[in-house]
């Protein structure tokens, strides 16, 4: 919610940044769990712990970032040429450092 709180507050190109993804453990990266964190998939939330009348709010907020795509973040891992280079080219689009450069798509598992 900070980050897009933000992101609505700055009014320009926002990227969020995973930062220290290096001191992970493999196993954390290759299993789909710093997936899970960058895509913001608030379909495993643990909602347990709130009151009631706050989950079907908590719910619909998670529905509405997921389906709209609001919050996502990039993993920067520095030990790794993959999300570096990954990061640059996401930051060169954002900032459209080189207007005639075709966009890509980027997607976590190429890394």
């Known amino acids: 919610m900070f980050s897009l709180s933000s992101m609505v507050c700055f009014d320009c190109p926002f990227i969020n940044v995973l930062t220290k993804c290096d001191l992970l453990s493999k196993e954390f990266k290759e299993n789909g769990v710093l997936e899970h964190f960058c895509m913001c998939d608030f379909d495993y939330m643990d909602l347990s712990r709130l009151p009631p009348r706050f989950r079907a ?8 970032l997921t389906d709209f795509n609001l919050v996502t973040f990039r993993p920067v891992d520095i030990e790794e040429v993959g999300y570096v280079s990954n990061l640059c080219s996401v930051l060169d689009e954002t900032l459209q450092v080189a207007d005639e450069a075709e966009v890509q798509d980027h997607d976590l598992a190429n890394n």
């Open 57 to 64: 709010m908590s719910r619909q907020v998670g529905a509405l």
